[in-house]
């Protein structure tokens, strides 16, 4: 939403340090997150390709950076399936150095801006708030068989047409570049109100794909 150890404990778990756990889970997302985002400030800056395009080529970076990061970090997924908690702590960090890195990018280059607010996309909270919730227990179910590390790339790229205008349904990465971006159809408390709608989904996601992933045994 890929162990050295993973949070969820296998050979290599970073150990206790709750900041070193956190920087773990965040660092994949934060660095996938403003690559994607420089990709769609250049090309909307220097090149204006069709949406389709900007989305298709940011979704592939996003994917990519995640991967290589993940697997060197020994994140198994974007979160932690043992430890709300350090969800939350993950999700903060994530949303403050994206924000951080988007609104230094948007003073080089640009905010994205025109391809975030392209009318031509369709914006529905529900959209958001659904989609974490299904990219969250299919990656929860995929983490489960040891597969997450191919199927969260896969979950992304096949909704590579909209999911960079939800930041990719993370909810920490929708409310950095959508606070950024400053859409004129969606309000700031929007933006936040979504963004955490999409948090509390993710975790509900999880929750669901755990039971989904409990092995069935016969009485």
């Known amino acids: 939403m890929n162990p050295i ?4 404990g296998g050979p290599g778990a970073a150990g206790p340090n709750p900041i070193a756990r956190t920087w773990r889970q965040a660092a994949p997302l934060i660095a996938a997150a403003l690559a994607a985002q420089a990709v769609i400030v250049m090309l909307v800056k220097l090149v204006v390709p069709a949406p389709l395009l900007t989305a298709m080529l940011a979704t592939f970076v996003f994917a990519g950076v995640w991967l290589g990061l993940s697997r060197d970090l020994g994140a198994e997924a974007p979160w932690n399936r043992s430890a709300p908690g350090l969800n939350l702590y993950a999700a903060g960090l994530t949303a403050l ?3 951080v890195g988007a609104r230094l990018l948007a003073g080089i280059v640009g905010d994205g801006h025109a391809f975030y607010c392209e009318p031509a996309v369709p914006w529905r909270i529900e959209i958001a708030i659904l989609g974490s919730f299904a990219v969250a227990v299919l990656t929860r179910i995929a983490e489960a068989r040891g597969r997450v590390r191919l199927v969260y790339p896969l979950i992304l790229v096949a909704f590579l047409w909209i999911a960079p205008f939800y930041g990719f349904f993370a909810g920490s990465v929708f409310l950095a570049v959508g606070a950024v971006a400053g859409c004129q159809d969606r309000s700031l408390l929007s933006v936040l109100l979504t963004g955490f709608g999409m948090i509390a989904g ?6 669901l794909g755990a039971w989904l992933s409990i092995p069935w045994r016969s009485q």
């Open 202 to 207: 993710q975790q509900l996601g999880i929750m």
């Open 97 to 99: 150095a994206v924000f």
């Open 5 to 8: 150890q993973s949070p969820s």
